[in-house]
């Protein structure tokens, strides 16, 4: 199925996605899935995706945790800007662990958890054996970006308890306009290539989880942090703040 791209300044919703990712097993994304997985202190956490086929474990990608507060991760950055070393030893690892699953009989999505000491040393946190949210992170990079750029997701974020949908993409547009015409952000924002903002938990219960694709890590990381301040706000006063306009 030919997968079509986001017009400019289009935000992307779950259930659009279900569609143009129909091999992506959805059943698994809800308030479960969202929950925050705990920080280790002196630990770089990260993960090595995989897919257990019929013929053995294939490689996916790595992908960055991100600390929140300092105790918990709930999002990630993929693909992992660790060292290679690092990350081969990790995905060799992992995909021995892979055939272990295979001979078990799993088929489908699979990763596992890292952490990388500061000696240099690497530990085994757990394995997923379901569809955690780095793996619509991966499946969205290779789908809308062939596979290019950088996915950053949060998992778990703050909303108001009364935020709604409209607000959130209402602002998002302002905010992709923006960083599309003018200098504000400085992110050479190129929609039409298949980045954007995707909102894949729309917001619930005070909670939403959403994903950026873009071009590079600095990229991702400003859009997040606008986006995250924005959802900060309407998690203090429940207001809408509108986009600030650039210059």
Same mark, same amino acid.
């Given at each position: 199925m030919a997968l079509r791209r986001p017009d400019h300044g289009e935000i992307w919703r779950q259930r659009d996605l279900e569609t143009q990712l129909p091999d992506v097993d959805w059943r698994t994304w809800d308030n479960d899935d969202m929950?925050?997985?705990?920080?280790?202190?002196?630990?770089?956490? *990260?993960?090595?995706?995989?897919?257990? #086929?019929?013929?053995?474990?294939?490689? +996916?990608? #790595?992908?960055?945790?991100?600390?929140?507060?300092? #105790?918990?991760?709930?999002?990630?950055i993929t693909p992992s800007a660790l060292p290679r070393p690092v990350l081969?030893?990790?995905?060799?690892?992992?995909m021995r662990f892979g055939w272990?699953?295979?001979?078990?009989?799993? +088929?489908?999505?699979?990763?596992?958890d890292w952490g990388l000491a500061d000696g240099g040393g690497l530990v085994a946190f757990e394995s997923n054996v379901r569809v955690p949210a780095t793996m619509i992170q991966?499946?969205?990079?290779?789908?809308?970006?062939?596979?290019?750029?950088?996915?950053?997701?949060?998992?778990?974020i703050q909303v108001g308890a009364t935020t709604s949908i409209d607000e959130v993409t209402n602002f998002l547009r302002k905010a992709i306009v923006i960083c599309g015409r003018t200098s504000y952000l400085d992110?050479?924002?190129?929609?039409?290539?298949?980045?954007?903002? *995707?909102?894949?938990?729309?917001?619930?219960?005070g909670v939403m989880a959403y994903i950026v694709l873009g071009h590079s890590r600095a990229q991702v990381q400003k859009v997040n942090e606008v986006l995250s301040e924005w959802c900060a706000e309407q998690a203090r006063t429940g207001a809408a703040p509108a986009a600030a306009e650039g210059g």
């Open positions: 929950a925050v997985e705990p920080f280790v202190p002196g630990l770089h956490p *990260f993960s090595v995706m995989m897919r257990i #086929t019929a013929v053995g474990p294939v490689f +996916r990608e #790595t992908c960055d945790r991100i600390v929140f507060g300092g #105790t918990e991760s709930g999002g990630g081969r030893r990790a995905i060799r690892m992992t272990r699953l295979w001979r078990l009989g799993y +088929r489908g999505e699979a990763d596992m991966v499946a969205l990079r290779q789908n809308q970006a062939n596979g290019q750029g950088v996915a950053l997701s949060r998992d778990f992110l050479n924002w190129k929609s039409d290539r298949g980045f954007g903002v *995707f909102i894949t938990l729309e917001p619930q219960n």
